[in-house]
């Protein structure tokens, strides 16, 4: 090869290393930058020229020096796919162990909660009313404390089921903003697909780009269930839950359905729903018909790692939040319209975290309600058979007394339904508790109404739920109640512990391959630095010999 020849195997050099220390100044410039994958310079020999083929001997060829290929990102696929896999099921744990947190919170179990322990079975709740009055039945302290007593249980166990409810409304915003964020993550990845595309139709390549790409589908997998797949011009598939959310230049936009009682969201496929009535702008008209088959999960299933049914922040919401405020009927099968419904509670209540919940507070609230009501109907009931003009626990218009009332529905129609929500203390006994008077009408103390109080305290036949088959009393119902939320909340924050661990072991490892070493570049820098001197060295060694060469010969 000539000399002048040689230069341009010199200059190639210096291209190459120019390129490759530019790569490593943008490593390092992006060094905190959240999603940025490191780059790297491909290089690779020029094509050589054959000066013989002899085949006894080596072909004689002379190189053209070194080429720059392309910049590439160090991404791992495998690994990108575990992580996000496992982001999205460490997400669904912590939803569930915070929502445990609190519920224990909202039931009193801390020095800043309603502590409605206390007013049941506090030194100062109802259960040490009742205590109190069967010592002395006729005093009009004790029946005012009883009274009393019995509204600050009502007050406070309505205050805990209203802060459930309002926890399920904080919850269900969630959801809104979760799927907020989902459209909005789908319409830029279409959009990056389409730049990227653009980008690399040509020789150029949009790693900064495909890195902002990479971080959606980190956020996204953090939501909900996602693979994806890219094709060979670049653009990338995403399924989210088995459907299809980009794909073709498309977005199929998820959209939720607002139920018209509760309020509460359900995500649903806009394109996969049916719409038959249309509004007078040409809005579709949503019903719980029109997406019965267009619903984005199936909050039915079984939840299992097995079967990847426990990932993304988006279901553990909606889990955890329910579907209606649930009540103590629902525990024995009694759907939300009241009718028994084989199942119902194992299929609609069981895996809700704060549903669960409500059902069996509602149902503590309930049992106590109607048994002391009932024994108080039984005292008046039996005064009457054996005296027929008996006023003994009987109002004005002669009805037994009823510690605890119902209240009307927003019809202005009588309730029947005995849950938290819909009772009251009787006015009536609030202004004047004396009207118990627990005396006779011989006069003696009705010592057998408070020996049925203090066995309604301490009667064991009440389960917590269909699960539980130990029965329990009044008192140790909630102590129950409270240690179930507890064990739960110790196994989901053991899972998620667990999941913690291998998700920061993925992304640990993940990070050895897209993330930047200072360390690392700087030897890079170094190592081109010294190829880019090199190169130079070399180019005026050969400026040197062809100047020497021209000298001498000119002469």
């Known amino acids: 090869m000539s000399l002048f020849g040689s230069l341009y195997i010199g200059v190639s050099g210096l291209q190459t290393s120019n390129n490759a220390l530019n790569t490593t100044a943008h490593n390092m410039s992006n060094l905190d930058t959240q999603g940025y994958t490191r780059q790297q310079v491909q290089q690779g020999t020029r094509t050589y020229i054959t000066h013989s083929k002899d085949t006894t001997r080596n072909w004689i060829q002379t190189g053209l020096g070194v080429n720059y290929t392309r910049t590439r990102q160090e991404r791992d696929a495998i690994l990108d796919r575990n992580y996000r896999r496992e982001s999205g099921r460490q997400s669904f744990y912590d939803i569930s162990a915070a929502t445990l947190e609190e519920i224990e919170y909202i039931l009193g179990e801390s020095n800043e909660g309603h502590e409605f322990s206390e007013a049941l079975s506090g030194d100062q709740g109802l259960w040490t009313a009742v205590q109190e009055l069967a010592k002395n039945p006729t005093l009009s302290v004790n029946q005012n404390l009883f009274v009393t007593k019995a509204y600050e249980f009502l007050t406070k166990a309505q205050k805990v089921y209203d802060s459930l409810c309002d926890y399920q409304d904080n919850m269900n915003k969630t959801v809104k903003t979760d ?73 199929n936009e998820m959209c939720l359905y607002q139920d018209l009682k509760t309020g509460f969201y359900t ?196 389960t917590l739920n269909p699960n539980v088959k130990t029965p329990v009393c009044f008192k140790d119902y909630y102590k129950n109640l409270v240690s179930q939320i507890a064990n739960n909340g110790a196994v989901f924050r053991a899972v998620q512990d667990n999941q913690n661990v291998a998700t920061d072991a993925l992304l640990y490892a993940r990070e050895q391959i897209v993330g930047v070493s200072s360390d690392e570049e700087l030897t890079n820098m170094i190592m081109y630095q010294n190829a880019y001197n090199a190169s130079s060295r070399y180019i005026n060694v050969i400026s040197e010999m062809l100047d020497h060469l021209l000298s001498t010969l000119g002469r």
Do not use: C
């Open 179 to 251: 799927v907020d964020k989902i459209n909005k993550y789908a319409q830029e990845i279409e959009a990056l697909n389409r730049a990227i595309m653009r980008v690399e139709g040509g020789p150029e390549h949009a790693n900064d780009l495909r890195d902002r790409r990479n971080y959606l589908l980190d956020e996204l997998a953090k939501i909900g269930n996602i693979t994806y797949s890219e094709d060979m011009t670049g653009y990338v598939s995403v399924r989210f839950e088995q459907v299809d959310l980009v794909k073709g230049g498309l977005v």
């Open 267 to 462: 995500p649903y496929w806009k394109r996969l729903a049916t719409f038959d009535k249309f509004d007078a702008n040409g809005n579709p008209i949503v019903s719980e018909e029109n997406i019965e088959g267009a619903k984005v999960f199936d909050l039915t299933q079984k939840i299992s790692s097995q079967y990847n049914t426990d990932i993304g922040s988006l279901k553990s919401t909606l889990l955890a939040r329910g579907d209606h405020r649930a009540t103590y009927g629902e525990l024995d099968d009694i759907n939300a319209d009241g009718v028994y419904e084989e199942n119902w509670y194992h299929v609609h209540v069981e895996q809700s975290l704060v549903m669960n919940t409500q059902a069996e507070f509602d149902k503590l609230i309930h049992i106590i309600a109607t048994k002391i009501n009932s024994i108080l109907s039984d005292a008046a009931e039996r005064a009457t058979s054996l005296n027929p003009d008996s006023n003994y626990l009987r109002d004005e218009n002669g009805n037994p007394y009823q510690l605890f009332q119902l209240v009307a529905e927003g019809d202005g129609t009588p309730s029947t339904s005995w849950t938290v929500r819909n009772m009251v203390i009787n006015q009536e006994l609030r202004q004047n508790p004396s009207l118990l008077t627990f005396r006779l009408d011989e006069h003696s103390e009705d010592n057998e109404t408070m020996e049925a109080l203090k066995k309604a305290f301490e009667e064991a036949i009440y």
